[in-house]
């Protein structure tokens, strides 16, 4: 996981092109967690390079941490992780949120 001053093995700023549109979520942004947990689910299933996500749900893991030092409470939108999830065919590893994939729908 990246931060300003110690950049991550997936560092944006690098991977970046000159002119290349870029969209940073803070720690301290109560939506980010939720957000940065939804686009690793999606680049899961697309077969994304399982450190890239690993890291991500480890960044998210971090930002909850800093809301909660900022004392602040993390946005709604968990039923949009479920949703996000209903057509996963596994498990994303190191995701422990709610979650709907077949492995955990086995019920059904």
Known sequence: MGTKNNPG???CY???G????MFVLLGR?????????LWAILRHEEGEDPG?????????????????RRKKTLG??????????????????????PCNCSECRSYQ
């Not at 000159?18 to 549109?21: G, H, Q, V, W």
């Not at 890239?52 to 909660?68: S, T, V, W």
């Open 9 to 11: 093995q997936f560092d």
């Open 14 to 16: 690098a991977n970046a």
């Open 76 to 97: 709604g939108g968990e039923e949009l992780l479920e949703l996000a999830t209903t057509s996963l065919s596994d498990h994303p590893d190191d995701y422990d949120g």
């Open 52 to 68: 890239k996500i690993r890291e991500a749900f480890q960044c998210a893991g971090e930002m909850e941490k800093e809301l909660r």
């Open 18 to 21: 000159p002119d290349e549109p």
């Open 29 to 37: 942004d109560r939506h980010a967690p939720l957000l940065v947990r």
